[in-house]
């Protein structure tokens, strides 16, 4: 009888084990890789990966009916909500309007999602220096954008946070991004 109540024991906390590193699997960013989501992943796949959540399509017209249209460059983009109604991915495919096109790019949105290096949307710009190489810094009208090679993302910081007036193109170099900036945006690149 002592046997069976170990055994019983064992059998339970190996499962919440199992259920604790399968919650944990879902929200790991990789290099090609997000949560369950590979590069081998197609869009027609994610209904099932995301059953018990909500996909909103915004798809592109690729007949443009009207002029709007006709000069947009506008991917399908596939949205992402949790039951709760948070925003969690914004998934665009390599290709418009093909339900068996593996994806471009993952927009994070929800700060559960993190690298093995603990890095997430809530991470400042000294634990993202402090964790992974930035290969490249690139400025836009609003932000200094971070390409990390190791992963394949790029990070955004708000200019804002780098005490510098928006709007502009001024180079920005690392050394000038303070410690405490935040990240504004994080994507994943599958190419």
Known sequence: MLVNKKLLVIVILVSLISIQCSKKNNFTIEKGKVGVITKETQ???????????????????????SRENLFSNEDDEYIIYSKNGDKLLEISPEKLNDETSTIKSIQIFNSNYKTEKGISLKS????INEHYLINKVESTLTSATLFIDELNATISIDKKDLGLNGFSREEISVEQIPDNAKVKYFTIWFN
Request: no cysteine; hydrophobic share 45%; net charge neutral.
């Open 43 to 65: 869009i027609k796949d994610l209904s099932v990966i995301f059953k018990n959540d909500s996909i909103v399509s915004k798809l592109f017209d690729s007949v443009a009916n």
């Open 124 to 127: 400042t710009f000294k634990e």
